[in-house]
């Protein structure tokens, strides 16, 4: 029984017929950006311009752009594309989906650069994505248009895109390597949550003040730490399942000023016997931090 053809199978055409889809798929992109510059409601895109569009296949590669597209955006619209494709599976897609991201991890960019695509369809088969990137005025970072010049992290520049279309379990968000990628999935699902459904071990429990120049000032002083509540550090275990060794955590509680608890989860070195060691081991001065506490 012969194979039905799929739409993204290749086929022998014309020169002809490839110019003409090759121009109709440029106009396409280019009415695109017409119609982004003439609704948006921000200088930057309808007047500066500083966004791009493009069509891209079911596989995310880039298949037209609309002429005038900023390279820098345009070069890495299939690494977004390919990052939501990698996300969803091919499968993944409904027909109205509108998918949104930011992550500077994928396309190396500042958070203000957002991505929004949605797929295309023919007869029910996903054959494509239209794609644009825009450059967003503000993204909700500590400074006003997120550009800052003593940030430790992406974070600070705005809230971060990146959207599932499943419930990330705590063994997937427990498992993920890079940090700032582990830290928003592990708040979506709630540390507490993640320490119960993993079985996590209590090795040990620490309780400082919190002062002014304290290894962890730097770091919470963005949440409008309320200085007169004590930080709660607790040294963890919980079994990796895919790894040898369980792995070892340091879980901080502390309050804003506005008596808002609040607590993080930062993977440590599994040779860590102490919250106080392993305090000192993500700031990579442990034996000063102990004389410190023990002072």
């Known amino acids: 029984m012969k194979r039905k053809l799929s739409i993204l199978d290749p086929i022998d055409i014309d020169p002809i017929t490839i110019e003409v889809v090759n121009n109709a798929l440029a106009a396409i992109a280019e009415e695109i950006t017409i119609n982004l510059a003439r609704t948006a409601h921000n200088t930057i895109v309808y007047e500066v311009q500083d966004f791009c569009t493009g069509l891209l296949d079911g596989h995310g590669k880039l298949v037209a752009q609309a002429p005038g597209g900023l390279p820098l955006f345009v070069g890495d619209l299939d690494a977004a594309i390919g990052d939501g494709i990698e996300i969803h599976g091919a499968q ?7 998918i949104m991201t930011n992550h500077t991890g994928t396309c190396g960019q500042h958070l ?9 369809f ?36 705005g809230i971060w895109l990146r959207i599932h279309n499943k419930e990330i379990t705590p063994e997937e968000a427990i498992g993920i390597k890079n940090i700032e990628q582990r830290t928003v999935a592990l708040q979506e699902i709630g540390y507490s949550i993640v320490m119960q459904k993993l079985g996590a071990k209590l090795i040990d429990r620490h309780t400082e003040s919190i002062i002014r120049g304290s290894a962890w000032d730097w770091v919470l002083k963005l949440e409008h730490l309320n200085y007169e509540k004590k930080i709660e550090y607790e040294l ?44 000192g081991w993500t700031f990579e001065d442990s034996e000063a931090y102990v004389n410190e506490v023990e002072s």
Not at 92 to 98: K, S
Not at 127 to 154: C, E, I, M, N, Q
Not at 251 to 270: H, N, S, Y
Request: with cysteine; charged share 30%; glycine share 10%.
């Open 236 to 279: 963890v275990e919980i079994d990796m399942k895919d790894h040898d060794k369980p792995g070892r955590f340091i879980k901080v509680q502390w309050f804003t000023k506005e008596g808002i608890l609040k607590e993080t989860l930062i993977r440590v070195a599994p040779e860590c016997k102490t919250a106080v060691e392993a305090i």
């Open 112 to 120: 203000n650069n957002v991505v929004v695509y949605t797929p295309i």
């Open 92 to 98: 993944g897609f409904d027909e109205g989906d509108v």
């Open 122 to 157: 023919f007869e029910g088969e996903l054959v494509g994505f239209a794609a644009t990137r825009a450059h967003w005025t503000d993204v909700g970072g500590r400074l006003a248009g997120g550009f800052l010049t003593d940030s430790v992290s992406s974070f600070e520049e």
